[in-house]
């Protein structure tokens, strides 16, 4: 009889990676998991909380957050899962007399989705700002599958002096949200090689 050794679990290598970058906070995207779960990874030190789809949907999506240990312990309440796109957390961590610190985890429809999909996904989002007290410090990650270009002109304050491409129309969405609650990319803020600056490219142009 042939011992066969079990595939390691996707939470286990990415709560490695993790650990070896030094990340106490990960946003995750396309977790694809079932409803509302928790997974400890004892080994690595983190705790995944995670929101899905039910197990009678198609499960293309999802969304979760992986913690540290040691600020699970911080935490306002268990991160809310407020669908399969969007999960947020309190950190109990006075930065100041009154700031703390929210973390709203985002996964955004791509290009390909029905508008409907996208208009859904930005009002669950507004929602979700306009509920955070403004002494708060916000931080907004994801993946949002969008471009928003270069102009930092006619974006000041929002997009920075190092953007690439041009902006398309899931880009200008994400650009009038971030007008409205006084957010800024900041991933559009340092000079990175180009490679660095995007996430994925067309399997047939490589643009």
């Not at 509920?131 to 929002?158: E, Y």
């Not at 491409?165 to 994400?174: F, I, Q």
Request: a positive charge; proline letters at 4%.
């Amino acid at each position: 009889m042939t011992k066969t050794r079990r595939p390691e679990r996707r939470t286990a290598f990415v709560a490695r990676e993790l650990g070896r970058y030094g990340v106490d906070i990960a946003a995750l995207s396309e977790t694809r998991d079932p409803g509302t779960c928790q997974l400890i990874e004892s080994d690595c030190g983190y705790i995944f909380f995670l929101s899905g789809r039910s197990n009678e949907e198609r499960r293309e999506v999802g969304v979760g957050f992986a913690i540290k240990n040691h600020l699970v312990g911080k935490l306002d309440r268990i991160p809310d899962g407020v669908n399969d796109r969007l999960m947020t957390l309190k950190l109990q961590l006075q930065l100041s007399k009154k700031t703390f610190p929210t973390i709203i985890s985002a996964y955004t429809p791509t290009m390909t989705n029905p508008e409907e999909t996208k208009d859904k996904f930005y009002e669950d989002l507004e929602a979700i700002l306009s509920s955070v007290p403004q002494t708060d410090n916000l931080l907004l990650l994801g993946d949002f599958n969008v471009r928003v270009g270069k102009d930092h002109q006619a974006w000041s304050g929002i997009i920075g002096h190092h953007g690439i491409g041009k902006c398309n129309s899931n880009g200008l969405l994400l650009l009038r949200t971030c007008a409205t609650y006084g957010l800024t990319l900041t991933n559009t803020m340092f000079r990175l090689p180009t490679r660095n600056k995007t996430s994925w490219r067309r399997p047939r142009s490589k643009h």
